[in-house]
Structures are given as structure tokens and as C-alpha cells.
């Protein structure tokens, strides 16, 4: 229902943020090509964009989600690489644990350990925690939300617990 009301944002880069919210779970059943559609268009809404990184973070979930997991390296690479203002950290982990993901989905658990790890590492040294009361500015609470979900997921893949992870569907 979300998607169907906001499929044609008025302004593009809030596809990026639509886009995201159908995806930091793995199996929300949302329509890829939807989803992959407003994440390209939020891309081409500029590159002197300061949430560019974001863009970049949510065209490489994408592409996970739909099990290209050859191409998400250089997409999480584009937003991790991107410097940030602000609450901007949480950024970082969410990239790096889409980053491991894919590692793992190719079969490089040493590379998959590694980004795990770095975004464990940003997460307790820069991210709020849950016990204080304050998840961060504005709306970054959302992406503090998406960051832990996609915590989650990883360590439950990298871990070798069955995967929540559907298989890519064609629509």
C-alpha cells in the first residue's frame, strides 16, 4: 500500500527515502522494479546533492535485494567513500553491512568478517544508544532503525542462520 500511494514522488530524491523504507527488510514484498525505478530516478536528481551518499547507499540495497550481489560492492563503496555531515554515521554502518552481505552471497567470508566488523565498530563508537533516549536529530532516527535491522540481517547471514533473504522475484 505504501508503494502503490508514493510510487511517483513530486520530487525525485524523496524516491531514495521510499525506496529505502520498502527495503530494510527482506522480504517486505515489495515490487523491485518499483523500487529499483525511484532509487535510479533519486540518482539522477543531481550530483552536487549532499544526500548523494544516501542515494548511492540505497541503489546498492537494491540491487541486493534483487540478488545482483556482484554490483553492490562499488555502490556501498560510492556511499561509504562519500564524506557526510551531520548524524551521517549511520550511513556507514547501513553500507557496511549491505557491503558484507554481498560478500557473504559471493562466497568471500573473510571481505564479508572484515565489513562486519567496520560496521560494528562505527555503530558502537559513533551511533545513539537505544537506552538514551535519543536516536539522533531530525530524521535520522529512521536510518538508526534501518541500520540495526540491516544488523541484524547480516550477522544472521554471516553467521550461517537461515536466511530471511527471499529469492529476487521478476515483476
Not at 27 to 53: M, N, T
Not at 91 to 117: D, T
Amino acid at each position: 500500500e505504501f508503494l502503490d500511494r508514493f510510487s511517483r514522488p513530486k520530487d525525485a530524491a524523496d524516491g531514495e527515502m521510499i525506496a529505502k523504507a520498502c527495503l530494510f527488510v527482506p522480504a517486505s514484498g515489495a515490487d523491485l522494479a518499483i523500487v529499483e525505478r525511484l532509487a535510479e530516478a533519486a540518482l539522477r536528481a543531481g550530483e552536487k546533492d549532499p544526500f548523494l551518499s544516501y542515494r548511492y547507499f540505497t541503489k546498492g540495497l537494491v540491487e541486493y535485494r534483487q540478488g545482483r550481489f556482484g554490483s553492490v560492492s562499488n555502490w556501498m563503496r560510492k556511499s561509504i567513500d562519500d564524506p557526510f555531515y551531520g548524524d551521517g554515521q549511520m550511513r556507514y554502518v547501513q553500507s557496511y553491512m549491505v557491503l558484507a552481505m554481498a560478500q557473504q552471497q559471493l562466497k568471500q567470508p573473510e571481505e564479508a568478517r572484515k565489513a562486519f566488523a567496520k560496521g560494528l565498530e562505527i555503530k558502537e563508537a559513533k551511533l545513539p544508544k537505544l537506552d538514551s533516549g535519543d536516536l539522533g536529530t531530525g530524521w535520522y532516527w529512521r536510518d538508526w532503525i534501518i541500520a540495526h535491522a540491516l544488523m541484524n540481517e547480516a550477522k544472521a547471514l554471516i553467521e550461517g542462520q537461515p536466511s530471511t533473504t527471499k529469492e529476487p522475484t521478476q515483476k
